[in-house]
């Protein structure tokens, strides 16, 4: 009955302003929308506007636009002003109902503009405008959702040489697997508000690997939370939300950098960033981004090579068409990450790291037991002007990832293989099995997005189709259990007995099953933002959402199980009061996720099979600031979230006999705080800063697990810190220094009556960087893990973190 009511008040929200988009009562003002550039053809961001005369100011955005509201009929002056530049002056003539474009340049590079924003103390990391967060071209203080931007700047200024540590700069985000390369989500795993995320959109739809992400082509990361099926669906987010890649675009000149990193461990990175038009006019621009990594392991085997290239070419057809094509190609070959695995059906003996009594320098793997992660991701984007209130947007993308080679895990299991060892947390279990998977996913999205006027009151909407198609082919071998080998002891001579013969050798024996799966989703939504108020917006949105799966396919058998489709319909609501225009806004939002859940096996006439969707309710309030002319950004939030018809086992014992049957009652509740700082109190001094506490736990569950944190939950506490200070003036100019760290309370990896709790110890790691950058070139040291603290992470695993480590860094610049 509540989601039909939600529904319904979606509906009777979003009818009037699509009923009456095209009959739109104005109110006879105008609005100056406009862009401003450097002399080098780069958007200049962070730029004061106003309309002279008045009290109407506002400040170009990262792309370098700006928009006033509101404008009375007339004839005004528009004044850009940069401290230290002279301001520039612009008249411009606004008539009722009319938006006017201007285009502005100034008369600097876009080199200077950034030392400006250096001098001024204005944030180079603060970019926080997103076109991608709400699919629509919202300020983070008009929209009502949270979300945090990792910028490239911060990553270099970090020396950041792969993905999962640039998340560290994120509140609330925690790493739980590093990437296993398996098939199908062997990408990394993070804890996002209680729950688990995989990096799973570039440039707002699909774009998945098995492997790992390579920074190179990453312009920033957004980290959009709470739960997104609105708008993003259900098939590849999670009920805690989102992480998403916008990658590097094209721009109207040469330019562009190399880099080469050294550090410990083996790691050698080269990287090149080289953009170029292709034509006169400069309607054809093309930037390659390429990077080759290799890097070695702080344990006695491992390591990783990858190569990496995205190419992005962006084509202007006239003054309403435009196109943009990226590809992104990523090789890797690399064992995998030891991460142990806990023993899930017995009392644990040991309960910490330190009671295993394990080396956790010794890898428990070797260098030929190695597998490969290619993935292609294509995308495409046509962006067509069908007047100066609408516009249509068609995104098509498809990647195809696949997982080749051998693949080993280690696990706790009980005793010895005869029996004759009693149970034990000392004799570990290594696994293998050969993992041969292609999954291909094509995404197809169309967008027609709007800004206009109903009466006097602003209107911005989009709508949505979208389908997608997910299809994977499995050829792996079943897992094999390789041997034991103790942990305590470094003389076992079975430790060394892994090799690449001999798991083949264990493996041909098994054999394998080739099956393959497809699943279709056909979605549509819509998303309207209406100003009551040039201060006051509400926002709702809705979506249905029709899942198809065609089953599975059993090669061998040719018999295809397990189809089944399922409908959801997921709401969004927002609120935003801007407190102080253009400075402080509190907003509130309720957000809805959902995630299909396949039929069951029928046990019982009395028990059904056929399940609904899960579903997410969450409740968020907050407020965020952008002031003193964005030298200080923050975020400040409370969240209560409620996953509801979970499904759970249960016995039901009819005449005498007991009978495993599913019910769908299960509910996990996951509420807690998140704030996020940016400041610039001094010039050249950046600070970025982030604290969260998660309150998880299962409401409704299996008896063993219920009133328990899930283990995919991570730390209840975490808290990033970094501070950086360069010099603005003198000799000195240009040299900096910067300091930070992580820290993480305890994490319980292993929670269940029926084994006890494992319990990761909290940890404070801290890092530091020195630097040097001119106008040509960077040079770069940093430290990671600077006390060399031994700490660990995982979910239901236990994996060690690198210890301290040395890099240098240095970006050559044209």
Known sequence: ????????????????????????????????????????????????????????????????????????????????????????????????????????????????????????????????????????????????????????????????????????????????????????????????????????????????????????????????????????????????????????????????????????????????????????????????????????????????????????????????????????????????????????????????????????????????????????????????????????????????????????????????????????????????????????????????????????????????????????????SAYALFDYVNVTRNNDPRYAMLTKAAVDAKLAALGGTKDGNSNQVYSAYVSDVLNLTDALSVMASVRIDRFESKGSKNYATGVTSGKYGQTAVSPKFGLVYQIVKDQVSVFGNYMNGFRNVAPGTKVLDDYTNIFKPQQANQWEGGVKLEMFNHKLTATASYYDLLVKNITRGETVVRDGQSYNVTVQDGTQKSKGIELDVIANPLPGLNIVAGYSYNDSKAVQAIDPLKGRRPTSAGPANLANAWISYTFTKGTVKGLGIGFGGNYASDNVITNDARTGLFTLPSYTVLNASVFYSASKYRIGLKVDNLADKEYFGGWTTLEKQMPRRLSANFVFKF
Request: glycine content about 8%.
């Open 1 to 476: 009955m509540k989601s039909f009511l939600l529904l319904l008040l979606t509906l009777v929200m979003l009818c009037p302003c699509v009923l009456s988009a095209h009959d739109n009562e104005s109110d006879g003002n105008g609005i100056i929308r406009g862009t401003v550039t450097t002399t080098d053809g780069k958007p200049a961001d962070q730029v004061t506007v106003r309309l002279k005369n008045t009290k109407k100011t506002t400040v170009t955005d990262e792309n370098g636009v700006f928009i006033l509201n509101n404008v009375k009929p007339g004839i005004y002056t528009l004044q850009i002003t940069l401290l230290g530049y002279d301001s520039k002056e612009e008249p411009v003539t606004v008539t009722a109902d009319n938006t006017v474009q201007i285009a502005i340049s100034l008369s600097l590079s876009d080199i200077q503009l950034q030392e400006v924003v250096v001098n001024t103390g204005r944030s180079k990391f603060a970019k926080k405008e997103s076109e991608y967060v709400a699919r629509l071209p919202l300020k983070n203080l008009e929209n009502p959702q949270v979300y945090n931007v990792v910028s490239k700047e911060l990553m270099q200024e970090q020396v950041v040489v792969n993905f999962d540590d640039a998340l560290k700069n994120t509140p609330g985000v925690n790493r739980l697997w590093s990437s296993t390369g398996r098939p199908n989500d062997g990408a990394g795993y993070f804890s996002m508000r209680g729950f688990s995320v995989q990096p799973t959109m570039i440039n707002g739809i699909p774009g998945l690997t098995n492997g790992g992400i390579d920074p190179a082509n990453v312009e920033r990361i957004e980290s959009i939370k709470g739960p997104s099926g609105t708008l993003f669906g259900s098939s590849f987010i999670s009920f805690g939300g989102l992480l998403n890649i916008v990658t590097k675009k094209p721009y109207d000149h040469f330019g562009g950098e190399v880099s080469y990193t050294a550090g410990g461990f083996g790691l050698s990175r080269f990287t090149a960033d080289v953009n170029t038009p292709l034509n006169a006019d400069k309607t054809a621009l093309l930037r390659v981004n390429a990077a080759y990594h290799s890097e070695g392991s702080f344990q006695d085997a491992g390591f990783k090579k990858s190569f990496f290239l995205a190419p992005s070419l962006s084509v202007k057809a006239n003054d309403r068409l435009s196109f943009l094509i990226n590809a992104e190609f990523y090789t890797a070959q690399s064992t995998n990450a030891l991460m142990v695995f806990m023993n899930r059906s017995r009392p644990l003996i040991a309960h910490t790291p330190a009671e295993l009594n394990m080396d956790f320098d010794r890898s428990y793997t070797s260098n030929d037991i190695t597998y490969k992660t290619p993935t292609i991701n294509l995308y495409g984007q046509a962006t067509y002007k069908i007047s100066d209130q609408w516009i249509s947007q068609t995104n098509l993308s498809r990647s195809v990832r696949k997982s080749d080679g051998n693949y080993s895990y280690v696990m706790f299991l009980d005793g010895s293989p005869t029996g004759a060892i009693a149970a034990n947390d000392s004799l570990i279990s290594r696994f293998v099995y050969y993992q041969n998977s292609t999954t291909t996913t094509t995404d197809i999205q169309q967008n027609f997005i709007g800004d206009f006027r109903i009466g006097n009151m602003r209107n911005r909407l989009v709508f949505g189709l979208d389908f997608a198609d997910v299809s994977a082919v499995n050829d792996n």
